[in-house]
Protein backbone atom coordinates (compact mmCIF):
# COMPACT_ATOMS: atom_id res chain seq x y z
CA UNK A 1 0.00 0.00 0.00
CA UNK A 2 2.52 2.46 1.17
CA UNK A 3 4.99 1.77 -1.89
CA UNK A 4 2.07 2.28 -4.27
CA UNK A 5 1.17 5.53 -2.85
CA UNK A 6 5.10 6.41 -3.17
CA UNK A 7 4.72 5.06 -6.88
CA UNK A 8 2.00 7.45 -7.15
CA UNK A 9 3.99 10.73 -6.39
CA UNK A 10 6.30 9.69 -9.22
CA UNK A 11 3.43 9.23 -11.81
CA UNK A 12 1.51 12.24 -10.90
CA UNK A 13 4.79 13.99 -11.07
CA UNK A 14 5.80 12.71 -14.32
CA UNK A 15 2.76 13.54 -15.86
CA UNK A 16 2.65 17.18 -14.84
CA UNK A 17 6.05 17.46 -16.44
CA UNK A 18 4.94 16.11 -19.60
CA UNK A 19 1.97 18.19 -20.06
CA UNK A 20 3.84 21.26 -18.78
CA UNK A 21 6.55 20.42 -21.63
CA UNK A 22 4.31 20.48 -24.30
CA UNK A 23 2.19 23.61 -22.95
CA UNK A 24 4.74 25.67 -21.16
CA UNK A 25 7.21 25.65 -23.80
CA UNK A 26 6.56 28.69 -25.86
CA UNK A 27 5.67 31.13 -23.48
CA UNK A 28 9.28 29.80 -21.33
CA UNK A 29 11.08 30.59 -24.20
CA UNK A 30 9.43 34.09 -24.43
CA UNK A 31 10.71 34.72 -21.03
CA UNK A 32 13.95 33.41 -21.30
CA UNK A 33 14.15 35.87 -24.21
CA UNK A 34 12.76 38.89 -21.88
CA UNK A 35 15.77 37.97 -19.49
CA UNK A 36 18.42 38.32 -22.22
CA UNK A 37 16.85 41.18 -23.31
CA UNK A 38 16.94 43.21 -20.35
CA UNK A 39 20.44 41.47 -19.26
CA UNK A 40 22.01 42.38 -22.56
CA UNK A 41 20.47 45.86 -22.34
CA UNK A 42 21.97 46.30 -18.93
CA UNK A 43 19.26 45.82 -16.74
CA UNK A 44 18.18 43.58 -13.56
CA UNK A 45 16.23 40.49 -13.25
CA UNK A 46 14.11 40.69 -9.68
CA UNK A 47 13.41 37.30 -8.19
CA UNK A 48 9.77 37.70 -5.66
CA UNK A 49 8.03 35.24 -3.90
CA UNK A 50 6.20 34.69 -0.89
CA UNK A 51 6.52 31.89 1.99
CA UNK A 52 8.29 28.95 1.35
CA UNK A 53 8.15 30.29 -2.03
CA UNK A 54 10.66 32.71 -1.17
CA UNK A 55 13.28 29.85 -1.39
CA UNK A 56 12.55 29.26 -5.10
CA UNK A 57 12.84 32.69 -5.76
CA UNK A 58 16.44 33.06 -3.95
CA UNK A 59 17.53 29.87 -5.97
CA UNK A 60 16.98 31.34 -9.25
CA UNK A 61 18.73 34.34 -8.43
CA UNK A 62 21.56 32.34 -7.41
CA UNK A 63 21.38 30.61 -10.62
CA UNK A 64 21.47 33.63 -12.65
CA UNK A 65 23.99 35.91 -10.82
CA UNK A 66 26.04 32.37 -10.17
CA UNK A 67 25.87 29.93 -13.03
CA UNK A 68 23.49 27.14 -13.88
CA UNK A 69 25.38 24.79 -15.80
CA UNK A 70 28.08 26.44 -17.79
CA UNK A 71 30.97 28.90 -16.49
CA UNK A 72 30.08 32.23 -17.71
CA UNK A 73 30.09 35.64 -16.02
CA UNK A 74 27.69 36.81 -13.36
CA UNK A 75 24.36 38.15 -14.73
CA UNK A 76 22.99 41.26 -12.56
CA UNK A 77 19.77 39.02 -10.49
CA UNK A 78 19.19 38.63 -7.34
CA UNK A 79 16.10 37.75 -4.98
CA UNK A 80 13.84 40.52 -2.93
CA UNK A 81 12.45 37.66 -1.26
CA UNK A 82 16.06 37.34 0.72
CA UNK A 83 15.95 41.05 1.42
CA UNK A 84 12.27 40.76 2.65
CA UNK A 85 12.89 38.08 5.04
CA UNK A 86 16.26 39.94 6.27
CA UNK A 87 14.20 43.54 6.67
CA UNK A 88 11.40 42.25 8.63
CA UNK A 89 8.78 43.91 7.92
CA UNK A 90 9.68 45.38 4.19
CA UNK A 91 7.27 44.34 1.28
CA UNK A 92 8.11 43.27 -1.75
CA UNK A 93 6.23 46.46 -3.43
CA UNK A 94 8.41 49.09 -1.33
CA UNK A 95 11.44 46.57 -2.26
CA UNK A 96 10.61 47.04 -6.46
CA UNK A 97 9.56 51.32 -6.02
CA UNK A 98 13.38 51.14 -4.37
CA UNK A 99 14.88 49.36 -6.76
CA UNK A 100 13.19 48.30 -9.95
CA UNK A 101 14.32 50.33 -12.87
CA UNK A 102 12.53 50.42 -16.25
CA UNK A 103 14.02 48.03 -18.29
CA UNK A 104 14.46 45.47 -15.17
CA UNK A 105 12.26 42.09 -15.19
CA UNK A 106 10.24 41.24 -12.26
CA UNK A 107 10.14 37.21 -12.08
CA UNK A 108 7.35 36.15 -9.54
CA UNK A 109 6.90 32.80 -8.29
CA UNK A 110 3.90 31.89 -6.71
CA UNK A 111 2.98 28.25 -6.60
CA UNK A 112 -0.60 29.50 -4.76
CA UNK A 113 -3.29 30.59 -6.25
CA UNK A 114 -4.80 32.17 -3.11
CA UNK A 115 -2.33 34.30 -2.76
CA UNK A 116 -3.22 36.35 -5.40
CA UNK A 117 -3.96 39.53 -4.17
CA UNK A 118 -0.95 39.79 -2.09
CA UNK A 119 0.76 40.41 -5.05
CA UNK A 120 -1.03 43.05 -6.18
CA UNK A 121 0.35 46.10 -4.61
CA UNK A 122 3.84 44.77 -6.06
CA UNK A 123 2.75 44.43 -9.53
CA UNK A 124 1.47 47.53 -9.32
CA UNK A 125 5.03 49.25 -8.30
CA UNK A 126 6.48 47.05 -11.36
CA UNK A 127 3.85 48.38 -13.89
CA UNK A 128 4.34 52.10 -12.59
CA UNK A 129 7.99 51.55 -12.92
CA UNK A 130 7.72 49.97 -16.60
CA UNK A 131 9.42 46.52 -15.63
CA UNK A 132 8.65 43.40 -17.76
CA UNK A 133 6.55 40.91 -15.67
CA UNK A 134 7.46 37.17 -15.41
CA UNK A 135 4.92 35.22 -13.45
CA UNK A 136 5.10 31.56 -12.61
CA UNK A 137 1.62 30.52 -10.98
CA UNK A 138 -0.72 27.99 -10.21
CA UNK A 139 -3.99 27.05 -11.27
CA UNK A 140 -6.20 23.88 -10.82
CA UNK A 141 -7.30 22.59 -14.20
CA UNK A 142 -10.29 23.94 -16.14
CA UNK A 143 -10.25 27.03 -13.73
CA UNK A 144 -10.77 30.80 -14.62
CA UNK A 145 -7.84 32.35 -14.92
CA UNK A 146 -7.45 34.32 -11.34
CA UNK A 147 -4.36 36.33 -12.68
CA UNK A 148 -6.19 38.11 -15.47
CA UNK A 149 -6.88 41.83 -14.83
CA UNK A 150 -3.35 41.56 -12.53
CA UNK A 151 -1.23 40.63 -14.95
CA UNK A 152 -1.11 43.16 -18.01
CA UNK A 153 -1.10 41.87 -21.98
CA UNK A 154 3.05 42.37 -21.78
CA UNK A 155 3.54 39.69 -19.24
CA UNK A 156 4.43 36.46 -19.21
CA UNK A 157 2.32 33.95 -17.44
CA UNK A 158 3.76 30.45 -17.02
CA UNK A 159 0.47 28.87 -15.48
CA UNK A 160 0.98 25.25 -14.31
CA UNK A 161 -2.20 24.10 -13.84
CA UNK A 162 -2.61 21.31 -11.02
CA UNK A 163 -4.59 20.81 -7.92
CA UNK A 164 -1.62 19.93 -5.74
CA UNK A 165 0.73 22.31 -4.05
CA UNK A 166 3.80 19.64 -4.23
CA UNK A 167 2.87 18.95 -7.71
CA UNK A 168 3.12 22.47 -8.93
CA UNK A 169 6.57 23.58 -6.73
CA UNK A 170 8.33 20.69 -8.36
CA UNK A 171 6.90 21.91 -11.81
CA UNK A 172 8.16 25.49 -11.02
CA UNK A 173 11.86 24.31 -10.21
CA UNK A 174 11.83 22.41 -13.58
CA UNK A 175 10.34 25.60 -15.46
CA UNK A 176 13.41 27.92 -13.18
CA UNK A 177 16.02 25.31 -14.71
CA UNK A 178 14.56 25.50 -18.04
CA UNK A 179 14.85 28.93 -17.71
CA UNK A 180 18.13 28.94 -16.46
CA UNK A 181 19.26 26.89 -19.48
CA UNK A 182 17.56 28.88 -22.16
CA UNK A 183 19.50 32.01 -20.87
CA UNK A 184 22.58 30.41 -20.89
CA UNK A 185 22.13 28.97 -24.13
CA UNK A 186 21.21 32.17 -25.67
CA UNK A 187 24.36 34.42 -23.99
CA UNK A 188 26.86 31.23 -24.34
CA UNK A 189 25.84 28.50 -27.09
CA UNK A 190 25.32 25.22 -26.43
CA UNK A 191 28.22 23.12 -24.22
CA UNK A 192 27.34 20.32 -25.93
Not at 8 to 20: G, N, P, R
Not at 68 to 96: I, T
Amino acid sequence: MIEQRIQQQFFESADLLYQAAEQLARPLAMAAQMVVDAITGGNRILCAAHGLASMEADYLAARLAGRFEQERPGLAAWSLAAQARDAAGLDLARLLQAHGHPGDVLIMIEPLREQRDAWQPALAVAHAQEMSIIALTAQPQGAADEWRGVLQDTDIQIRVSHAREPRVVEAQRVLLHALADAVDLQLLGSDE
